[in-house]
Nanobody
């Protein structure tokens, strides 16, 4: 059974930093591209950052460029999201997702929720002023 379990969320002041983790089990992580999405009540799920199977390609939303960094440790079956210079608008539930798409296809579809086979339950991040 595949499980993606996020951790590391919490309450942080604007300007602060936090690192989210996503521990994967039941799948061979190196065979999956992985991403972070976030959602706030009343809004659609929003793409945040993605990393290809190989780890060579990384993508991020314009709103987090230069502040958030996605990385992966295949040996630990874990995905990370380092978040710096946090803003109130970063508040939301952050979920990780896994896609079996090959690098060339993932490069086209990484922003689409439908591209991902597996999802975690999410971890809440609240950024206060």
């Amino acid at each position: 059974q595949v499980q993606l379990v996020e951790s590391g969320g919490g309450l942080v002041q604007a300007g602060g930093s936090l690192r989210l983790s996503c521990a994967a089990s039941g799948l061979t992580v190196s065979r999956y591209a992985m991403s972070w999405f976030r959602q706030v009540p009343g809004k659609e799920r929003e793409f945040v950052a993605a990393i290809s199977r190989s780890g060579f390609s990384r993508y991020s939303a314009d709103s987090v460029k230069g502040r958030f960094t996605i990385s992966r440790d295949n040996a630990k079956s874990t995905l990370y999201l380092q978040m710096n210079s946090l803003k109130q608008e970063d508040t939301g539930v952050y979920s990780c997702a896994a896609s079996s798409a090959l690098d060339y296809k993932f490069a086209l579809d990484y922003k689409l929720s439908s591209s991902y086979e597996y999802w975690g339950q999410g971890t809440q991040l609240t950024v206060s002023s």
